[in-house]
Antibody, heavy 119, light 109 residues
Framework: QVQLQQWGAGLLKPSETLSLTCAVYGGSFSGYSWSWIRQPPGKGLEWIGEINHSGSTNYNPSLKSRVTISVDTSKNHVSLKLSSVTAADTAVYYCARGICSSTSCAEDWGQGTLVTVSS | QSVLTQPPSASGTPGQRVTISCSGS????????VNWYQQLPGTAPKLLIYTDNQRPSGVPDRFSGSKSGTSASLAISGLQSEDEADYYCAAWDDSPMEVFGAGTKLTVL
């Protein structure tokens, strides 16, 4: 069964850089679009950005100046970096991969990583 | 404040049919397709409906989606206790970015 596994630091101080990595086990890495989405405690979902199978990126305009999403094809990893974090960046961060064929689409999500920003 | 508007809550009894609405604008739902997600308590969201009305493999046909103009709906028929969850609509916006609704908490009475 396909699993997306995420890891990264769970506690940051204000002004530090959030860094998370996501890998897929039991499934393919190439050909997929990869997204990062976050969810503040008790709140709804917020799209952070994506990188498609060609390496092109799109970012949430409200975060664009601080976000970088990249792929390491040698390790089959996708990474998220968010600089200059504040308490407002405290959230569960999810990676997700998606693919569509001519007949259907599929999407898988990671388990989520809680990142807390506190001095 | 979310770009897409959903009711904060919905409820129904087992076996009933429930619908959840999602209202947007010409820059998102009006010109792009809608996805729906189900988030069970303490878990990651799961894709329930894509491209307005398509179900991924493994999603029961009790779940259906529709869209008209700048609004979309998720319908759940034959409501079951395990359907109790938060439901989110999402659509690509011309910004360009993906936008979500604030979520609807479905309670099975």
């Amino acid at each position: 069964q396909v699993q997306l596994q995420q890891w990264g630091a769970g506690l940051l101080k204000p002004s530090e850089t959030l860094s998370l990595t996501c890998a897929v086990y039991g499934g393919s890495f190439s050909g997929y679009s990869w997204s990062w989405i976050r969810q503040p405690p008790g709140k709804g979902l917020e799209w952070i950005g994506e990188i498609n199978h060609s390496g092109s990126t799109n970012y949430n305009p409200s975060l664009k100046s601080r976000v970088t999403i990249s792929v390491d094809t040698s390790k089959n990893h996708v990474s998220l970096k968010l600089s200059s974090v504040t308490a407002a960046d405290t959230a569960v961060y999810y990676c997700a991969r998606g693919i569509c064929s001519s007949t259907s689409c599929a999407e898988d999500w990671g388990q989520g990583t809680l990142v807390t920003v506190s001095s | 404040q979310s770009v897409l508007t959903q009711p904060p809550s919905a409820s129904g009894t087992p076996g009933q049919r429930v619908t959840i609405s999602c209202s947007g604008s010409s820059s998102n739902i009006g010109s792009n397709t809608v996805n729906w997600y189900q988030q069970l308590p303490g878990t990651a969201p799961k894709l329930l409906i894509y491209t307005d009305n398509q179900r991924p493999s493994g999603v029961p046909d009790r779940f259906s989606g529709s869209k008209s103009g700048t609004s979309a709906s998720l319908a759940i028929s034959g409501l079951q206790s395990e359907d109790e969850a938060d439901y989110y609509c999402a659509a690509w916006d011309d910004s360009p970015m993906e936008v979500f609704g604030a979520g609807t908490k479905l309670t099975v009475l």
